[in-house]
């Protein structure tokens, strides 16, 4: 029999799945990528440097800030152009916001509905409202994280090569501060509800690669590593990030010399565990979950102990910045110029890796991103090969739930995924 | 009986529908005017007959534009999201090369679907009644738009320039920064977000309906801009008028 999710729903982006079992035998399973390509990449070539971030901000929506980050970190870097120390801090909470807001979203919207067995949130709306006021109150604190430090939570508009075009006023950002504080009981709350789920039984060790920052849980650095023991510069990713296309997916996979790997929250928990926050650490416990997670489905709840990682990192940061002052002059001035950048960043769901070739007009001759989901999916295909044969007794519906579950605990962005892909010039 | 909305998305970013999920303070509210039934980012259930339709992205594929059809056959109204779906947006910056260039350049591949047709706003394949312009769209304003059609009015857009919010609210003029700002001649209704944030306009919201009417496509002449410049700078986020 021939099993297919069309349209499989509550992810970022479209794709299906579709396998195909006879007599107990998997024979296929191939996640399809059905999200149209849009070639970003190719429109990038021949545009000036200052119009980059702004361009690729709209791979995606979701994690629009990471792509923006990444990508003036890159030209910065191809021009030889450093921000101060402050800006760099407004930069790690634009991060935290984006993470905190997307993370929020997936726990809420996308796997509150599994684990209650309903198919929207907005089911809640009169036998849980305050399940749901809850959701959009954290949401709305994540998001102003982002429109204060960026000027908008979607395609921010502040930053800009070399630091940030305009800065917070010191008032909102005690404001900002005294919301963080305030939405503790909410994310307690929060880490009640998810450590009374139950979530299901699985586990498939898999390589786990993220930024490594020494002495810091990572974010933004310039070197990544590997739970199978490398530690390099991010600008040697194509060595270790190889991507190939497949016959059934419009997203390029990516692997490394060993296979499938993982990137994200888990990958990030799992490599840096004693990096994260104190509070963030008893929430860990609360939820049984620690560095020899090989769960997936766990990916959840590595998610939760990262939002109350980085409020607190938050927190600390608002702190730092009012104690260190917001004078100091802006970075005004556009350099000229071209050359070589890479740069990457933790984006909510993994590493992101941009990378551009700038003539000496400083107009772009090409440019490559390599986006989390697309190096997860390979992982997400191996998971769900795995985890199959232990589920052909169910009933169709269930093992179509948990399938979904399985995809959703990923929490794919396939908007990004399609546009990863580089121009080659050799 | 609550009016039936759904939300669908194409080629795009999903960050207009992203951005009607970050109106925190007003979905409770709204959600007991209106039912959502279609809203795949965050749930999964099918629908029947809409009220209204609001679909973001472009249309690039033949499955897209049967659809997007289908949407409109069960939708009474049907708006446009955001500029992908308005006036193709960003995703028609590479249409003066054409899909069979680009493909090659980024995937040096023929598989069958990696094919598409270049990157068209919904008005090319089905009638569309209204539009929320901008990438992203404003969040207020799609309430306003939102609410003009449950009061059964018609929703109205700004027909003035982003220079006229923009001098109302004291910013600094970009060109005195010496960058190229497409205030003077595109649609207001974004409260010139991004020059408060210190970037310069640019022109995601269309052009407004008689650009040589208003005084401030001036400041583009005053700074030597000729129309094929400004229609230049204008391709980031809008497909090229003569260009297929």
Known sequence: ?426 | MKTRIGFFDFTGCEGCQLTVLNLEQELLELLELVEIVAFREVMSEPSGALDIAFVEGSICRREDRERLRSIRRRSAVLVALGACADNGGVNALGSDRGPELLRQQVYASDLAQLQTDPPQPLSAVVPVDYRVPGCPIDGPEFLAILQALLLKRQPALPDFAVCVECKLAEYPCRFDHGEICLGPVTRAGCRAICIDGGDRCRGCRGLIESPRTTPYHRILEEHGLSVDDILDQYRTFNLGEAKP
Do not use: W
């Open chain 1, 1 to 426: 029999m021939k099993i297919e999710l069309n349209h499989i729903t509550r992810i970022e982006g479209h794709a299906h799945l579709v396998i195909d079992r006879k007599q107990g035998v998997l024979k296929d399973c191939r996640l399809e990528i059905v999200e149209a390509p849009r070639f970003f990449e190719a429109m990038l070539k021949g545009r000036h440097f200052s119009d980059v971030a702004p361009i690729v901000a709209r791979v995606c929506g979701v994690c629009s800030i990471s792509h923006t980050l990444a990508s003036l970190m890159a030209t910065e870097q191809a021009l030889g152009v450093e921000p101060n120390a402050r800006d760099r801090l407004l930069r790690r909470l634009l991060s935290y916001g984006e993470i905190i807001q997307s993370h929020l979203l997936q726990l809420y919207f996308m796997a509150v509905p599994d684990y209650l067995g309903i198919p929207s949130i907005f089911q809640l709306l009169d036998s849980r409202r305050e399940l749901v006021a809850r959701a959009l109150r954290l949401k709305r604190t994540a998001n102003r994280i982002c429109e204060l430090i960026g000027g908008r939570p979607v395609h921010p508009v502040t930053a800009r090569i070399g630091g940030f075009s305009v800065l917070p006023d010191a008032g909102d950002l005690k404001q900002l501060r005294q919301q963080l504080v305030a939405a503790l009981p909410d994310l307690e709350a929060t880490v009640e509800l998810f450590a009374g789920f139950a979530f299901p039984e699985f586990s498939r060790a898999s390589e786990y690669l993220c930024l490594s920052d020494p002495g810091r849980y990572p974010l933004h650095s310039d070197r990544f590593h590997s739970s199978h023991g490398f530690n390099a510069p991010v600008s040697d990713y194509r060595r270790h990030c190889r991507e190939y296309l497949t016959a059934h997916s419009t997203a390029k996979f990516a692997r490394t010399e060993r296979g499938s790997y993982t990137v994200g929250a888990l990958a990030r928990l799992k490599n840096s565990f004693p990096r994260l926050s104190p509070m963030a650490r008893k929430v860990a416990a609360v939820l049984a979950i620690d560095a020899q997670t090989s769960n997936p489905y766990h990916s959840l709840k590595a998610r939760l102990v990262e939002v109350i990682h980085y409020v607190e990192e938050a927190i600390h940061g608002i702190d730092e910045l009012l104690l260190h002052g917001l004078n100091g002059p802006l970075s005004r001035r556009m350099p000229s110029g071209g050359g070589r950048g890479t740069a990457a960043v933790e984006a909510p769901r993994g590493l992101l890796f941009h990378s551009y070739s700038y003539d000496r007009n400083g107009l772009l001759e090409s440019a490559d991103c390599v986006i989390p989901t697309a190096q997860n999916l390979a992982s997400i295909e191996t998971d769900l090969a795995a985890i199959l044969p232990t589920l052909l007794d169910l009933p169709d519906r269930e093992l179509r739930r948990r399938l979904e579950m399985l995809i959703r605990a990923y929490d794919p962005c396939l908007s990004c995924s399609t546009h990863l892909l580089e121009i080659d010039l050799v």
